[in-house]
């Protein structure tokens, strides 16, 4: 499988969906596999669970499921790594930063 670049915004219609799309926020990758030619991804959020004695017990609870092909994935992959680079250029005022970046 060769590496493809992300869709071009004028190669891909979008549709944007408003608040129907759920936003999935997660601090680590749980767990990963394939089935039946499809990629599986385990997503899991950090939680603190407070006990009777004061103190904080760690947990990680699912927060999400990703289940795509191959291509979808790679697609995926290289969206992420471009997002990582954009991150490692130096930043400019601390009103960009709030803002954020876009491709």
Request: glycine share 8%; hydrophobic share 40%.
């Amino acid at each position: 499988m060769t590496d493809q670049p992300p869709a071009k915004p004028s190669d891909l219609i979008y549709e944007d969906t408003g608040a129907a799309a759920p936003l999935v926020y997660f601090d680590i990758v749980g767990a990963y596999g394939t089935m039946n030619g499809a990629v599986e991804v385990e997503l899991a959020t950090r939680i603190l669970v407070p006990k009777p004695d004061g103190s904080t017990e760690v947990k990680f609870i699912s927060s999400g499921r990703l289940r795509c092909s191959a291509n979808a994935a790679a697609n995926l992959r290289n969206s992420l790594d471009a997002a990582l680079k954009m991150l490692e250029q130096p930043q400019g005022s601390a009103a960009t930063i709030a803002v954020g970046k876009l491709n």
